[in-house]
């Protein structure tokens, strides 16, 4: 009775071991990217023993890494996530800014839809090379090519997020899964976004998976580039970054993925909010009793302006408002440069844009159009000409046959995506980002 018993169970635990090889192998067969940004990442995260990041610090040993990452124009969310996810810059991606410029009634439109992303994508790259593809909290992505999605949709609200979630019923299963104590899922939080993640890798196993971590952002809005909010977020984000590596191991497909945290823009400190818009309400350019009448508004974007002019092409218009400008005296000028069409067209910006200001001195812009034109600021703010220290992002990637402990100088933000491009072997070529081949030991 025994020998059978003993004879039944070896052969239950042999069939048992052969599942668990067969289901590793499965796991195996193609290579996998997880590409985690966490917004407002700045590299002294990494650099600097302040911050308390010991999953960086301990990735930062085990890649290769960036001493600073060059942003997008302007340097915030949307337009900076979609340059990952293309490989170009915003005048060929059509992501212009977080939100629409509407000249004559501002609603609070955002860009949040795939379908108004002009370039292709990794995501349908990936799709198109038969791969499974997921995405978390991803600006633009709602609608996307996507297996498993769960989009960042600002403002739009959640009734939004769950209807265009993939597959349906995505967010109900992982409420009762993940979250089976929780009243409410809060998916701006990145205690909450990582156990997703986390969740999808293990059940899931995606070839590709962006993920956004958002709440160091908020943080540094909130306070400026330091305070314990800040420290908070810094730390809940590099907690983050753990659950997501464990996950990674717990898949059985550690010996095969590339992880690259990454970041969209860095962050100043505001002081002083400037108001262009006032200055031109002063020259006659628009009138602040009538959204509809004007011939010049600036779009502040945080720390940058945008100028348009009802018509494009009115260069006498765009004369008067340089003249408005470089007329204005040493303590109002200090605050600002400004960024001329040559300037915008090389950092692919908006091109229906006929110049920008980028603040200086502690400067972000505002939307008043009446008053005084320079008041007080405070918190912290991005969007500024990318040029700058405070402004760049940072980058860590690590892989099985990834160089250790490799600083690349300089970065941009469409090298991010040449790195998966290349690790995945996707079909891609509009992504005009430099190669990643030289960052590996061996052929990948």
Known sequence: MNKTLNCIMKKILSLLFACFIASMLKAQEHKHVILVTIDGFRPDFYFDNKWNTPNLKQ?????????GVNSVFPSVTYPSHTTIVTGVQPADHGIYFNGVFEPDNATGKIYWNFNEITSPTIWKAAKSAGLKVASLMWPASAAAPIDFNIADIGSMGEDIREKYAQPQGIMDTIRKEVFPDKEEVKWGEDEYNAQVAAWVIRNKKPNLMTIHLISVDHAEHTVGREGQMVEDAVHEADRSIGIIRQAIKDAGIADNTLLIVTGDHGFYNVEKSINPNVWLAKAGLLNP???????????????????????????????????????????????????????????????????????????????????DAILAGEGGTHGYFPNTRNIQTGFIAVAPTMKQGVEIKELDLRDVTVFVKEYLNLDLPTAKGRSSVGYYNAAN
């Open 59 to 67: 990735m930062l040993k085990e890649g290769v890494h960036a001493y």
């Open 289 to 371: 009793q009538d959204e509809s009448n004007w011939k010049a508004r600036f779009f502040p974007v945080g720390g940058a302006a945008f100028l348009f002019l009802r018509n494009e092409h009115d260069q006498q218009t765009k004369k008067e408002v340089l003249k408005t400008l470089k007329s204005l005296p040493t303590a109002d000028r200090k605050y600002f440069d400004i960024i001329d069409a040559k300037q915008l067209k090389k950092i692919g910006a908006n091109p229906h844009v006929a110049l920008a200001l980028s603040g200086l001195s502690g400067a972000a812009f505002g939307k008043e159009v009446m008053g």
